[in-house]
């Protein structure tokens, strides 16, 4: 570990030295001024990489120039610096200078003229102190690191609980909690809240003629094109289950959510994709099903509206697939007594 002199005496670093040196503490620097101890510790250098490894100063009390006591104080009002122990050496008896060092932020003094025993015990004692509490703040920051590293994990794992692993959009139990604050926020704003449910036409036939794997990229693509045709941020695309999706429309009426289906049915179009086994056509295609509604004051639950618009995809289905169908929210009516 290493010590720093601070004395203008030259006979004084030289006798501090060779008592150091022949009790084992070989890396030490000598400064022949407060001044000088500034400049070799860089004390007005701010940036990162500015730190000079220093366990320990022992501080002469009286110097030309500045004092110890007030080169204790700038040090100790340096963040990067404050930590270092400082042993005042004084010849000094006064009670009210040795409290003057302390206050300055001094954590020992040896008197003049410096005894052995005395001086190699007191820094055996610090060196020992300061080596502990490097130690431990070692670990702190590492605890530190490691809490940190934990919470941005459990971040990407939250985060990961609400993607589809498949098709990379929202999953159904992202949606599930979305749609229940979107309802609630509609019933307390009293705004219109809209759903469209998708289901791909004969999808079962298109793996049992493609295959499983063929089956996925599709699932990948159509998901991708949902979520690229909302315009607004507000809004959510999800997979439902299976060949199903679901898009959540905050603040949108009836015709808000038939103009939305409209363009997820034509996104779904344009891809494109050949469908060899479909009755619909030759292309793949999806019957989509739309709802709107403003919630009832005290209806918590968007269970309405999201058996509404899987009433309306399955009208859809029931015309001849390939299209949008619309069906009004039916509430339940309570009787008031």
Same mark, same amino acid.
């Given at each position: %570990? $290493?010590?720093?002199?601070?004395?203008? @005496?030259?006979?004084?670093?030289?006798?501090?030295?060779?008592? +150091?040196?022949?009790?084992?503490?070989?890396?030490? &620097?000598?400064?022949?001024?407060?001044?000088?101890?500034?400049?070799?510790?860089?004390?007005?250098?701010? @940036?990162?990489? $500015? @730190?000079?490894?220093?366990?320990?100063i022992l501080m002469d009390f009286q110097m030309e120039g500045m004092n110890g006591i007030e080169a204790c104080r700038h040090l100790k009002r340096n963040p990067r610096l404050r930590d270092i122990p400082i042993i005042m050496v004084t010849a000094s008896d006064n009670e009210e200078n040795l409290h003057e060092a302390f206050a300055a932020g001094a954590i020992d003094y040896i008197h003049k003229p410096i005894r052995r025993v005395e001086l190699l015990a007191r820094?055996?004692?610090?060196?020992?102190?300061?080596?502990? %509490?490097?130690?431990?703040?070692? &670990?702190? &920051?590492? +605890? +530190?690191e490691v809490k940190r590293q934990l919470e941005e994990a459990n971040t990407i794992l939250h985060r990961l609980s609400f993607i589809d692993g498949l098709t990379g959009i929202a999953n159904r139990r992202r949606f599930d909690e979305f749609i229940e604050i979107e309802w609630k926020r509609a019933a307390r704003e009293r705004i219109p809240v809209a759903v469209v449910m998708m289901d791909l036409d004969h999808f079962k036939r298109y793996n049992d003629t493609l295959g499983h794997e063929a089956g996925d990229q599709i699932l990948r693509r159509v998901g991708s094109a949902l979520n690229a045709a909302l315009? &607004?941020?507000?809004? +959510?695309?999800?997979?439902?289950?299976?060949?199903?999706?679901?898009?959540?429309?905050?603040?949108?009426d009836e015709e808000g959510a038939r103009v939305q289906a409209e363009r997820l049915h034509e996104a779904i179009a344009d891809l494109r994709i050949p469908h060899p086994d479909s009755v619909v056509g030759a292309f793949l295609t999806v019957s989509a099903g739309a709802a709107s509604a403003i919630p009832p004051i005290g209806d918590s639950s968007p269970a309405a509206l999201l058996a509404a618009a899987d009433r309306a995809m399955y009208e859809a289905k029931r015309q001849g697939r390939n299209r949008v169908s619309l069906c009004a929210v039916e509430f339940e009516v309570h009787d008031s007594d």
């Amino acid at each position: %570990m $290493s010590i720093l002199i601070v004395d203008d @005496s030259e006979d004084s670093q030289i006798l501090l030295q060779t008592i +150091l040196k022949r009790g084992g503490y070989i890396n030490l &620097r000598v400064a022949g001024s407060a001044q000088a101890a500034f400049e070799l510790l860089r004390l007005d250098d701010e @940036s990162e990489d $500015s @730190s000079v490894e220093v366990d320990l100063i022992l501080m002469d009390f009286q110097m030309e120039g500045m004092n110890g006591i007030e080169a204790c104080r700038h040090l100790k009002r340096n963040p990067r610096l404050r930590d270092i122990p400082i042993i005042m050496v004084t010849a000094s008896d006064n009670e009210e200078n040795l409290h003057e060092a302390f206050a300055a932020g001094a954590i020992d003094y040896i008197h003049k003229p410096i005894r052995r025993v005395e001086l190699l015990a007191r820094v055996g004692a610090e060196l020992k102190f300061k080596h502990e %509490m490097d130690q431990r703040k070692a &670990r702190e &920051r590492e +605890l +530190l690191e490691v809490k940190r590293q934990l919470e941005e994990a459990n971040t990407i794992l939250h985060r990961l609980s609400f993607i589809d692993g498949l098709t990379g959009i929202a999953n159904r139990r992202r949606f599930d909690e979305f749609i229940e604050i979107e309802w609630k926020r509609a019933a307390r704003e009293r705004i219109p809240v809209a759903v469209v449910m998708m289901d791909l036409d004969h999808f079962k036939r298109y793996n049992d003629t493609l295959g499983h794997e063929a089956g996925d990229q599709i699932l990948r693509r159509v998901g991708s094109a949902l979520n690229a045709a909302l315009r &607004r941020p507000t809004d +959510l695309a999800a997979r439902y289950g299976g060949e199903e999706f679901i898009v959540a429309l905050p603040n949108a009426d009836e015709e808000g959510a038939r103009v939305q289906a409209e363009r997820l049915h034509e996104a779904i179009a344009d891809l494109r994709i050949p469908h060899p086994d479909s009755v619909v056509g030759a292309f793949l295609t999806v019957s989509a099903g739309a709802a709107s509604a403003i919630p009832p004051i005290g209806d918590s639950s968007p269970a309405a509206l999201l058996a509404a618009a899987d009433r309306a995809m399955y009208e859809a289905k029931r015309q001849g697939r390939n299209r949008v169908s619309l069906c009004a929210v039916e509430f339940e009516v309570h009787d008031s007594d």
